[in-house]
């Protein structure tokens, strides 16, 4: 069973305008799905998703969030790792394979390790408990905007080109990655994070930069996030592609074969 509270558990009378930014052609409307055991915090969740006019629907174990999933299509995923029955890495694993969803996945332990298994089956972002209410709303805003860029973005370029670069193809109308002949399953925020590396490479991109234009997200506290992400891309893309550069960001390294 997980652990930890949000620290705003209460919610509010209408949304937030301080967590608000642009509002993607779906967001309105958009159909949130929230896998969370704990009583407390699944209703304080749902209520403040509510409250940003969204329609929420909360599931208590992992199976039942594979089968909601299923049912709802939903637009985004809020799930919590520590589940009853299966845990939240195997629900990743099981709605990735059926459908491409953004999921947020929640963990009440600060491990990195947690975080990078869970993005390497296929989460989009994390957050650590205990979270604000008001962070939660604007990582959810933020990754339903990138699924609307990339569709709008694979509409309006499909004749682009993929980038090549030695053995590493970027197929942007399609949003494929390949290594050599393999293709490598990238998550929609990965696949962004690449682009935006590849796109300039051997140009270091701040951590900040990156949060920025990637994740829609301007605080400097969630630069973490990026380290994580990036270290999922080394694992599932090689080491030698992008180069750190200590205290400042990262740079994409072309392969050269």
């Known amino acids: 069973m997980s652990s930890g509270t949000p620290q705003q558990p209460g919610s509010p009378a209408r949304p937030d305008p301080a967590s608000s930014g642009a509002t993607g052609t779906g967001q309105q409307s958009a159909t949130i799905l929230v896998v969370e055991d704990e009583p407390t915090i699944a209703t304080a969740i749902a209520q403040r998703l509510s409250a940003e006019g969204w329609r929420v629907e909360v599931a208590r174990d992992g199976l039942s969030g594979v089968d909601a999933a299923m049912r709802l299509r939903p637009d985004a995923i809020v799930l919590d790792v520590m589940l009853p029955g299966i845990d939240g890495l195997e629900v990743t694993r099981r709605i990735q394979a059926e459908q491409p969803v953004p999921i947020l996945m929640l963990t009440a332990r600060d491990d990195e390790t947690d975080m ?8 989009d972002d994390y957050m650590t408990k205990p979270f604000s209410m008001r962070e939660l709303v604007a990582r959810l805003k933020a990754l339903l905007r990138r699924v609307d ?58 951590r900040e930069r990156l949060l920025a ?45």
Do not use: C, N
Request: hydrophobic share 40%.
């Open 213 to 257: 234009e990637v994740w829609d997200w301007a605080d400097a506290s969630g630069t973490r996030t990026v380290d994580s992400h990036i270290k999922a891309l080394r694992r599932k893309l090689g080491s030698d592609l992008i180069r750190t550069v200590h205290g400042v960001g990262y740079a994409f390294e072309p392969p050269t074969a």
């Open 116 to 123: 990078l298994v869970g993005l390497g089956v296929g989460a």
């Open 149 to 206: 860029r990339a569709a709008q973005a694979a509409a309006s370029t499909p004749s682009e080109p993929p980038m090549a670069m030695g053995d590493v193809t970027v197929d942007r109308a399609q949003r494929r990655v390949y290594r050599g002949s393999e293709e490598i399953h990238l998550t929609p925020t990965e696949f962004e994070l690449l682009v935006m590396l590849a796109s300039s490479p051997k140009t270091v991109l701040t």
